[in-house]
């Protein structure tokens, strides 16, 4: 596949610190990693309460400091992951100028992740790489003033420790393919969170112009990428009101981790 420059990014939303990019990888290349992730060893995955993960590229410890290990070698020859989102030029001003770390969760259909933010220890990029299955990516901003009806609570993780609460409606929802990379940078990194609902089917209200777009039913939120999607099965059951079920995905968290100790294997 073609490298990949920022300009040809398409943004989601008007502030372009979203960006959407459908077909980041092939068919062939999906089921490759797909197959690499499913051969490693059952101690190298963490079994949360709801979902399971792996970690590539080393450990965090200390004060967000990366103690680094070598990636797997194919996610930097075939597919050349890494060099790709390095071409795009969103981590062109890193420590590192690419990603130097992975996390590779598994969502089995109702699995979700709860709205959190990555945190400090990363340059304010990261890039998802979807594998297997859609989702339903969902945004969110932290509430202002007192707590009200249908807000989420939040404990931060702030010098004082104070309850901070999140406005349950999203402020941009996303529908991510399979092969499908969603980029979130600047201020939808730093002072916004993330999420996927525990679904094990998405349902959308039809919609197909920008006044009355397709919307997530259950948000009743715009599918805001909805123009770019590539899946004629995916885009069809969006634009008309339909339903897709989710199976199993595999995400690749890629972000890089700006202070690293020394190591054999630090590569930049």
């Known amino acids: 596949m073609a490298s990949i420059t920022v300009g040809q990014m398409q943004a989601v939303g008007e502030r372009c610190e979203v960006f959407y990019i459908p077909n980041f990888i092939t068919e ?15 101690q190298s995955w963490k079994t949360l309460t ?11 410890f200390g004060r967000n400091v990366l ?19 390095q071409s795009t030029g969103v981590f062109r001003n890193s420590a590192h100028g690419a990603p130097n770390h992975i996390i590779v969760n ?9 709205p959190h933010q990555d945190g400090p220890a990363y340059y304010p990029v990261v890039a998802t790489l979807s594998l297997g299955s859609h989702t339903a990516f969902h945004y969110y901003k932290y509430r202002t003033g007192n707590t009200s009806h249908g807000a989420t609570d939040l404990m931060s ?13 999203p402020v941009m929802s996303v529908l991510l393919e399979p092969r499908s990379v969603i980029i979130t940078s600047g201020s939808m990194y ?13 349902r959308f209200t039809a919609g197909s112009d920008d006044i009355n777009p397709p919307k997530f039913a259950a948000l009743n939120v715009a599918v805001a990428n909805w123009k770019l999607l590539s899946g004629k099965d995916i885009k069809e059951a969006v634009i008309n009101g339909g339903y897709l079920e989710r ?10 981790v700006e202070k690293m100790a020394n190591s054999k294997f630090g590569r930049r």
């Open 106 to 114: 598994e969502y089995l259909p109702g699995q979700g992740i709860m």
């Open 247 to 256: 199976g199993t995905r595999y995400s690749l968290t890629c972000r890089d």
């Open 50 to 60: 709801n979902r399971r993960l792996q970690t590539w590229g080393g450990q965090m």
């Open 157 to 169: 993780s702030g010098p004082e420790n104070e309850q901070r609460v999140i406005d349950s409606t």
């Open 28 to 42: 062939e290349e999906e089921s490759y990693l797909i197959r690499k992730i499913k051969d490693t060893s059952h």
């Open 190 to 202: 730093t002072s916004h969170l993330h999420g996927i609902e525990n679904e094990c089917t998405d």
């Open 67 to 85: 103690l680094p290990q070598a990636l797997p070698p194919f996610v930097e020859a075939y597919p050349n992951i890494i060099s790709r989102l």
